[in-house]
Structure formats: structure tokens, C-alpha cells
């Protein structure tokens, strides 16, 4: 099993920047793959991006488009710990965000059920 606890959620400007983490503990070595997704009220969850490895690598990085370009992921595999630096943010940025683990397979790694492992969500709010 792994657990993932998000934090770093709150209430911004529009144009405004914010970083969201995401604590991996547990089973860690059984996932290949961490991603953010959204989930905006009365609309369905989102693939926002993802970050992949293997071996020693880093990581590999993709985007949704609606958030390339103003949204990275970066990780710190010392700590297992995955961030979204969230730039020039916009109102239609407004949602709950969930951090996902999992060994997804090609075709499934922008959709839910390629992860497996979700943390509980932390809350985005952008005023224009």
C-alpha cells in the first residue's frame, strides 16, 4: 500500500503562483509514476500532469494542455515527495487537487485508473 498526503492548497489572486506537495510513504518502490489530477466543482476529476521513472532517472514530465506551460512537477526522490509549482494561475484553476500513485501502462497514464493510490485532496480557490 502506499498513502499520500497533499498539502499546500489555499486561496490566491488571479496571476498568482502556488506549490502544491505531495508526501509519498508506504510501498513506494511499487510505483513507477505519480500524477496530479483536478476535480472543479460539478465537473469530472482531470489529468493535470505527471512525473515517471525508472531506475535512477529523475523523471520524465507530461501536461494536460490547459496547464502547460504555467504548471511543472518536480520530485524529491530522497523524501518520495512530488511538487506542482502552479504559475499565472486563472479561475478556471479553481478545483480540488489529488496526488495519484501507480505503475500505469501507456494508455492509462493521463486517466484515474492508471493510479491506483490517491491522497485525500487539498483545495485550490483562484479569484479573478
Known amino acids: 500500500q502506499v498513502q499520500l498526503v497533499e498539502s499546500g492548497g489555499g486561496s490566491v489572486q488571479a496571476g498568482a503562483s502556488l506549490r502544491l506537495s505531495c508526501a509519498a510513504s508506504?510501498?513506494?518502490?511499487?510505483?513507477?509514476?505519480m500524477a496530479w489530477f483536478r476535480q472543479a466543482p460539478g465537473k469530472e476529476r482531470e489529468f493535470v500532469g505527471n512525473?515517471?521513472?525508472?531506475?535512477?532517472?529523475?523523471?520524465?514530465?507530461y501536461y494536460a494542455a490547459s496547464v502547460k506551460g504555467r504548471f511543472s512537477i518536480s520530485r524529491d526522490r530522497a523524501t518520495s515527495t512530488i511538487y506542482l509549482q502552479m504559475n499565472a494561475l486563472e479561475a478556471e484553476d479553481t478545483a480540488v487537487y489529488y496526488c495519484?500513485?501507480?505503475?500505469?501502462?501507456?494508455?492509462?497514464?493521463?486517466?484515474?485508473?492508471?493510479?491506483?493510490?490517491w491522497g485525500q485532496g487539498t483545495q485550490v480557490t483562484v479569484s479573478s
Open positions: 495519484a500513485a501507480g505503475r500505469p501502462i501507456t494508455s492509462s497514464m493521463t486517466t484515474m485508473g492508471g493510479y491506483p493510490y
Open positions: 512525473i515517471r521513472w525508472s531506475g535512477g532517472s529523475y523523471g520524465n514530465t
Open positions: 508506504g510501498s513506494t518502490s511499487s510505483t513507477h509514476a
